[in-house]
């Protein structure tokens, strides 16, 4: 009854911002095509009219609720850098697999090759936080221009981070706590390869290992 | 003039075939929206009428181009295996990156997100080759049943080779040979980092680097 009361008396900012709350929810355990704009009315108690006042349709406000969505993991990412970095990589990693559950369906439908909603909109989100990843990592290491084979790791690695957790997601065939550790083994073991290959990586790598 | 009287006399399955072959060329070197249904009859020297006597669209000859190419490639994964692992690494990652580099611009559509011709079909081509070179590499390790975690590492290795050849076909900012042997490297990296995990990967890792 207080949530009715409260929504009620939105400003639209707010209000805007409850439908998208709503709509992040609902696109974390169904998939979008069966997410239909009553459903996202019904969650958020407003009417199906007031809907259309802040979203044109089903397309509009799937992109908006992956953008915001995406813009809370970036954020999460930019936590204070406290202890090791190996430390400091495997929280984050704990971060995106904890935003990568709370979001289910929806990351393994956006994720997945051959998705109704991949457009190149959604890509472009998915891009921004790719590159949000590898531009956090590099700034805790302190490389500022890497090299094409250490960024190319690096980017490599996010592929990694990300189809790991899509079978992870779906199958569950793995201790949450085997898959960070693995992930963060897996991101040692590809840098350690490519620092056989160049100078920075090799300078990176004495970063991490350091205490 | 040679082409032209052997094009006119074809067999409808030699036909459809030089169709193919003309199509998957002109995908090869444009982007999909750019090449039409004139574009492939003029390629194979035949009329539009004569096309959709075997195609009905730009899509069924695309899909069709798609699976034609891809079945050549999981054929030539499947050479005959000489020689240690390692160097059959090598020649499988050769093969590939010049498959790749052949349709290079259909190779880049396709697997770079957002791109109008990505649907389900192609999607299931697409995880038809990762799903051939997988097994392939299980096949000429011996493993018959992997265990998850070393599944999950050749998967991540794949998706790995793919995203570096797609970076390496646009940027072009690393000499041939460097790419395939720090590919090499990343896969032994990688199912090293997987062996302290899992006794299965730590025998394949043996038989790896065996001579």
Redesign the interface.
């Known amino acids: 009854m207080t949530l009715v009361r409260t929504s009620r008396r939105m400003a639209p900012e707010q209000r805007r911002m409850h439908l998208l709350a709503a709509a992040i929810e609902l696109y974390g355990t169904r998939p979008y095509e069966q997410v239909s704009i009553d459903d996202i009315a019904a969650a958020a108690d407003v009417s199906r009219a007031l809907f259309y006042r802040y979203f044109s349709g089903p397309t509009e406000i799937y992109v908006a609720a992956l953008r915001f969505a995406a813009d809370s993991l970036i954020a999460r990412f930019a936590a204070p850098a406290e202890g090791p970095l190996v430390e400091q990589l495997r929280s984050l990693i704990e971060e995106f697999i904890a935003f990568a559950e709370s979001h289910a369906m929806a990351f393994i439908a956006l994720l997945r090759?051959?998705s109704v909603v991949?457009?190149?909109?959604?890509?472009?989100v998915?891009?921004d936080v790719r590159r949000h990843a590898v531009a956090e990592i590099l700034a805790r290491t302190g490389v500022g221009q890497p090299s094409?084979?250490a960024l190319?790791t690096l980017?490599?690695w996010t592929?990694?981070v990300e189809?790991?957790t899509l079978?992870w997601l779906q199958?569950r065939?793995?201790p949450r706590e085997?898959l960070v550790n693995?992930l963060v083994?897996?991101l040692?073991?590809?840098v350690?390869?490519?620092a056989?290959?160049d100078a920075d990586t090799a300078t990176v790598i004495d970063t991490v290992v350091r205490p």
């Open positions: 090759g051959g991949a457009t190149a909109e959604t890509g472009a998915v891009d094409p084979l190319l980017n490599c592929a990694v189809g790991t079978t199958e065939n793995l085997v693995w083994d897996q040692l073991a590809m350690t390869a490519t056989n290959y």
